[in-house]
């Protein structure tokens, strides 16, 4: 399974766009590129997914690059609620988490 | 619709003794998966399932033995539990392996 690299952390103001980097060089045509985040004593939460394109939902947009060795996670206007440890993964069925990156949203 | 449900949500044990926890999911969902997360850590895959019946190996399967007899739910087994073991538990289940996970609340477990 592929392995992803993301900063081990990120600051943001409320209500700024967020753009969470992920890089992963090592990709195969079949991994889907996977988001999650995950706040303090919770279990991690689906955020976003995609596979070549760009796609947005709800909650935040997802930017892959053309050769697909990096994506970015979105946040158009991050709020304090926004503070969590964002994971980048590739799943194909299953994939690594890693350290993620922990996002500070300040007021 | 409960989504994923764990349990026990929290158990202390004592080393050498043995336990299963539970995962149960709603959702007709054909791949199952349990995790572990230590303090400051991401959470690394223990084992998983991709159907009734079917199990295999995760990064950090050992120690543990898991069990996927009905669909809708997967047991994971300590044997005899060890001090090392002392984490917390994440069950999550999706359609298809590339699909979103949805994941339980977690269960925490302490060795003594």
């Known amino acids: 399974d592929a392995k992803t690299t993301q900063p081990n952390s990120m600051e943001s103001n409320e209500e700024e766009p967020v753009h969470l980097p992920c890089n992963h060089s090592t990709i195969s045509g079949t991994d889907y590129i996977h988001w999650y985040r995950q706040l303090p004593s919770q279990g991690p939460e689906y955020v976003i997914h995609?596979?070549?394109s760009n796609v947005n939902n709800r909650m935040a947009s997802l930017a892959i690059a053309e050769d697909r060795k990096s994506s970015t996670l979105i946040l158009h206007r991050a709020t304090l609620r926004d503070a969590a440890v964002y994971y980048c993964?590739?799943?194909?069925?299953?994939?690594?988490f890693g350290a993620g990156t922990r996002l500070t949203v300040k007021p | 619709n409960a989504g994923v449900t764990q349990t026990p949500k929290f158990r202390v044990l004592k080393t050498g003794q043995s336990m299963t926890l539970l995962c149960a999911q709603d959702?007709?969902?054909?791949?199952m998966y349990w995790y572990r997360q230590d303090p400051g850590m991401g959470l690394r895959l223990i084992h998983y399932?991709?159907?009734?019946?079917?199990?295999a190996k995760g990064e950090v399967p050992d120690g543990y033995n898991v069990s996927r007899l009905k669909k809708q739910n997967f047991l994971l087994g300590l044997e005899s539990a060890a001090p090392s073991q002392t984490s917390v538990y994440f069950c999550?289940?999706?359609?298809?392996?590339?699909?979103?996970?949805?994941f339980g609340d977690g269960t925490r477990l302490s060795i003594l």
């Open positions: 399932s991709v159907g009734e019946g079917t199990t």
């Open positions: 959702m007709n969902h054909e791949y």
């Open positions: 999550a289940s999706s359609y298809e392996g590339w699909e979103p996970q949805h």
């Open positions: 995609g596979l070549t």
């Open positions: 993964i590739l799943m194909a069925p299953y994939g690594r």
